[in-house]
């Protein structure tokens, strides 16, 4: 079964604060993605990475980077966060093109 | 600027009767479409998919058709299940973008009724 976790389903930050985001893959997909979830919006791409230290930006970059030290490990981070970034978080992992994506259960933050 | 529009953000289905969901895309490029599922408090889960060399693909229940000169394309339930009750996501993507970024729609939230 393929399993894709993120380190928590609900957090509460204040402004300001930097925040991690982590995601792990059993799946040993090269690609990683991040995702933001907003009503009416549908799902964005934040950034993904198809390499260990390998990151790209996606649609919507502005305001957070990226990490990937290792192949299973991917993590988002809002260096200081902001009221608009008060989403859910989705992160996702997907061997290519035509291959399935598979997104973990998702992190709802809220920043206060 | 959403290369992936789906129109209605709501639909209401009596159970056994048939869900139509559409999409519609700008990118003249895109040419694999897929449907995600998506229950509240849960990740998005892959559900079908369609490549543009097809005009259709069925997976029990669920059936996608594109139509490439309308930039268009559709699932269909049938028949509706209590179950189904969730929101659907349309995804698209280039065949060219060897990562597969996937690009979604607003997603349509279907409410499948007794």
């Known amino acids: 079964d393929v399993k894709v976790t993120q380190s928590s389903r609900y957090l509460v930050k204040r402004t300001g604060e930097k925040v991690f985001l982590e995601c792990v893959q059993d799946m040993d997909h090269e690609n990683m993605f991040w995702y933001r979830q907003d009503p009416g919006l549908g799902l964005r791409l934040i950034y993904f990475s198809y390499d260990v230290k390998m990151k790209e930006k996606g649609d919507i970059p502005e305001g957070y980077s990226v990490s990937r030290e290792k192949k299973e490990r991917f993590s988002l981070i809002l260096e200081s966060a902001s009221t608009n970034q008060t989403s859910m978080y989705l992160c996702?992992?997907?061997?290519?093109?035509?291959?399935?994506?598979?997104f973990g259960p998702g992190t709802r933050l809220t920043v206060l | 600027d959403q290369q992936v529009k789906q129109n209605s953000p709501s639909l209401s289905v009596q159970e056994g009767r048939i869900s139509i969901l559409n999409c519609d895309y700008t990118n003249s490029m895109f040419d694999y479409f897929l449907w995600y599922k998506k229950y509240p408090a849960e990740g998005p889960t892959f559900l079908i998919s369609i490549s543009s060399i097809k005009d259709k693909n069925e997976d029990g229940r669920f059936t996608v058709f594109l139509n490439k000169s309308a930039k268009h394309l559709s699932l269909h339930i049938v028949p509706s299940q209590p179950g189904d009750s969730a929101v659907y996501f349309c995804a698209a993507t280039p065949a060219t973008d060897s990562w597969g970024k996937l690009q979604f729609g607003a997603g349509t939230q279907v409410v499948v009724t007794p």
């Open positions: 996702a992992t997907g061997g290519g093109v035509t291959d399935t994506q598979y």
